[in-house]
């Protein structure tokens, strides 16, 4: 059974660094891999999808890389801001499971102004 | 706008009663899924559909029905069944169930038993 596990559970930093959230499997028989944003007490925002054949995507700030092989995924965003504090999802598409969607339990990220 | 509209987005449910939440979806997606989130925890599968008049159990579908008599619509109803049914519930749909497609979310719904 896919499990998915993100690391840290928690983050804050001052405004303006460059961090990284990780994510990890345990099955690398993937098809995708999908980071969202959910803002409190909202829905998840789509903010990265990278297929199973893809080392990497980028969109603005945010640059998403996936190591199938060793299970890791990590989300790098650059030069974060306050607006950047949300909760941070991963996704595993591994085709188990009803619709073959693993999240994981999130991080809640904090940027201090 | 395109996108997913959950109602309501808080809902009280008393004891023993049956409640529905709503989802509607204009991004004429074929698959149309139910999630429930508790705090501190992953998303977890209620139901699913892939198409009209056709819709399958998730991991945690006890004391849930769903329906799909349109493509549009997908609601979820919470039964007496239910022991714990205060969470949040996050509706989802995508363009079908294969492994390129990005999976889109409404803004979710906060029940509430009283």
């Known amino acids: 059974k896919q499990e998915v596990t993100q690391i840290p559970a928690a983050l804050s930093v001052p405004e303006g660094e460059n961090l990284v959230l990780n994510c990890s499997f345990t099955?690398?028989?993937?098809?995708?891999l999908q980071w969202f944003r959910q803002d409190p007490g909202k829905g998840l925002t789509s903010l990265l999808l990278?297929?199973?054949?893809?080392r990497e995507q980028t969109s603005g700030r945010l640059n998403a890389s996936l190591d199938k092989s060793s299970g890791r995924s990590t989300l790098y965003i650059a030069a974060s801001q306050p607006g950047d504090s949300a909760t941070y999802l991963c996704?595993?598409?591994?085709?188990?499971?009803?619709?073959?969607?693993?999240f994981g339990k999130g991080t809640h990220l904090i940027i201090q102004p | 706008d395109g996108g997913i509209t959950q109602s309501p987005k808080y809902l009280f449910r008393k004891e023993g009663q049956n409640v529905t939440l709503s989802c509607e979806q204009n991004?004429?997606?074929?698959?149309m899924y139910w999630y429930r989130q508790d705090p501190g925890q992953g998303l977890r599968l209620i139901y699913y559909?892939?198409?009209?008049?056709?819709?399958q159990k998730g991991d945690i579908a006890e004391g849930y029905s769903v329906s799909r008599e349109k493509k549009e619509s997908f609601p979820l109803t919470v039964t007496s069944a239910q022991k714990n049914p205060t969470a949040f519930y996050l509706c989802?749909?995508?363009?079908?169930?294969?492994?390129?497609?990005?999976?889109?979310f409404g803004e979710g719904s906060w029940l509430t038993v009283v």
């Open positions: 989802a749909s995508s363009i079908g169930r294969n492994s390129e497609n990005t999976i889109y």
């Open positions: 099955d690398s028989a993937i098809y995708n």
């Open positions: 990278i297929q199973s054949s893809q």
């Open positions: 996704a595993v598409h591994s085709g188990g499971g009803a619709d073959g969607l693993t």
């Open positions: 991004l004429n997606h074929d698959a």
């Open positions: 559909s892939q198409i009209v008049n056709d819709f």
